[in-house]
């Protein structure tokens, strides 16, 4: 298969244009996904989403049960992490060309296979967490809120139940076992390769008629919890969304605070805002001081450097913000930018070359940001698309912070420290070099950023918000 953008532009219209859709059409289609996320998630096919989404529709209604749900997981992630600008606009270009044509086709399918509501009754004090992987550690880490939300729920007298359908790391099992009122389980579904939702659904089935939970949280768009929900479900199902809300299903969405909302977005009566953050032994755990050591002299660091660092998904890096790295660059001979972070890293390769072969831009793939967060003085966060946890690490380890202030992302500064907010290019040189020269002004950030983390840890004022959403709906 070709992969010429311009190529596949035309192949996507000339389907399209068949009044059928056949096997060979359906599969050309998959197989454009696939290559997607198996060669590093290139950029370039942005220019593809039009027509995508165009053909979306057809597609999802050519295939079974399990290939529909399985194909608008990866259109959901597809568009998504080839969003470039805002976050406002996607939510609506996905709400429109991915979710309404799926919530349709799941209501219609499921009739005609047979999916049953799960119907019980006698509610116990239980809360049922289902989170796709249960992981504490790396820069895409949906345990970590999983973690705080069963914390915040054990001290409101809940027992918390959680159900996994990934992979769970070392520091979740600890923290499962160390309580009585969790209990941790997992179904093999998001690894299976021949996933079989009627397995998958049957399992939930058992499993929510056993535990009887007040509530399900989930923070996962699409999925067995999207089938769940538009199904039915005795008891409500609560989408915590972690960014992109904009969804038909789920009783009620829970959008963070620092989120901006779009005006077109039709649940807001279905919808509430919950202070989003991260417990903080997530948030700056214990490292090792010999990693620390052994990964600054793997890299060639030396004491006078001055090591300004970002780490996000690599499509959240963009032009303007690699042009003020150079403009850094070129101001101050001691800076050097760590950067780290999964997919396609060819914006930063291009345009910071020239660097990178000075060794005074490294871009590494999706590393141990706590090793790397030691290893920092400031942090530079993406722009105009926002880093979220990543920086939120930066700061709970005393990292000073920039951030470029954004219209469409104002709710997020409220999670950002104002000294260091700036408005254009100038500002941050500016204080940039202010948080070099002035050891005070740098000291002072520094404590700010910790307490500023600390502040936001708000347990109460989180179950708080879920539990006024449900009395209201």
């Known amino acids: 298969m070709s992969f010429s953008i311009k190529n596949i532009n035309k192949n996507l219209e000339d389907i399209f244009d068949n009044e059928t859709l056949s096997d060979k059409s359906y599969h050309y ?5 696939i290559y997607y996320f198996n060669n590093n998630r290139p950029q370039k096919f942005r220019k593809l989403l039009p027509n995508f989404w165009k053909l979306f529709p057809k ?27 805002d976050y406002l606009t996607i939510q609506n270009d996905i709400r429109r060309n991915i979710a309404d044509p799926y919530f349709d086709w799941v209501q219609k399918k499921s009739k005609e296979v047979g999916f049953k509501k799960i119907i019980f009754s006698n509610f116990n004090n239980r809360v049922l967490i289902i989170v796709r992987h249960a992981n504490t550690r790396g820069m895409y880490a949906p345990g970590s809120l999983t973690y705080t939300y069963a914390k915040a729920l054990l001290k409101h007298n809940y027992c918390v139940d959680i159900i996994t359908i990934g992979y769970t790391d070392e520091n979740f099992k600890d923290f499962a076992n160390s309580n009585e009122n969790i209990s941790l389980y997992q179904i093999d579904h998001f690894n299976n390769k021949n996933k079989n939702y009627f397995e998958t659904y049957k399992k939930f089935k058992n499993f929510i008629e056993e535990f009887k939970p007040v509530y399900i949280l989930t923070e996962i768009e699409f999925d067995v919890t999207s089938l769940i929900s538009i199904v039915g479900c005795s008891c409500p199902i609560i989408y915590m969304s972690a960014g992109f809300y904009d969804l038909p299903w789920y009783d009620l969405i829970g959008i963070p605070l620092t989120t901006d909302i779009s005006k077109n977005f039709e649940r807001k009566n279905s919808s509430f805002i919950y202070p989003v953050y991260f417990e903080m032994d997530l948030m700056n755990p214990k490292v090792d001081q010999n990693l620390i050591i052994e990964a600054k002299n793997k890299l060639g660091f030396s004491e006078k450097d001055i090591i300004i660092s970002s780490f996000a998904r690599m499509e959240k890096f963009s032009k303007k913000y690699c042009e003020l ?3 850094l660059l070129n101001n101050n001979q001691n800076i050097i930018f760590l950067f780290s972070g999964p997919n396609d890293p060819s914006l930063l390769l291009n345009e910071l070359d020239k660097y990178i072969k000075l060794n005074r831009v490294f871009v590494l ?8 967060g030691n290893l920092s003085h400031i942090g530079l966060e993406t722009f105009p ?7 939120v690490e930066l700061m ?15 709710e997020n500064l409220k999670y950002r420290i104002n000294d260091l907010v700036c408005s254009n290019k100038k500002d941050v040189i500016e204080k940039i ?19 500023l983390v600390i502040a936001h840890q708000r347990p109460n004022d989180l179950i708080d918000s879920i539990e006024k959403a449900l009395s209201e709906n």
């Open 29 to 33: 289609y998959v197989s454009i996904l």
């Open 59 to 85: 597609t999802l209604s050519f295939g079974s049960i399990h290939q529909g749900i399985d194909l608008a997981n990866l259109a959901f992630t597809f568009s998504y992490t080839l969003c470039t600008n």
């Open 325 to 327: 790295c150079v403009e």
């Open 365 to 372: 793939p999706e590393s141990d940001v706590h090793i790397l």
């Open 385 to 391: 698309l926002t880093s979220g946890a990543s920086v």
């Open 396 to 410: 709970a380890k005393g990292k000073p912070v920039l951030t470029m202030r954004n219209p469409n992302q104002d």
């Open 433 to 451: 070099n202010l948080l070099i020269s002035d050891k005070k002004f740098y000291q002072e950030c520094s404590k700010k950023s910790k307490e």
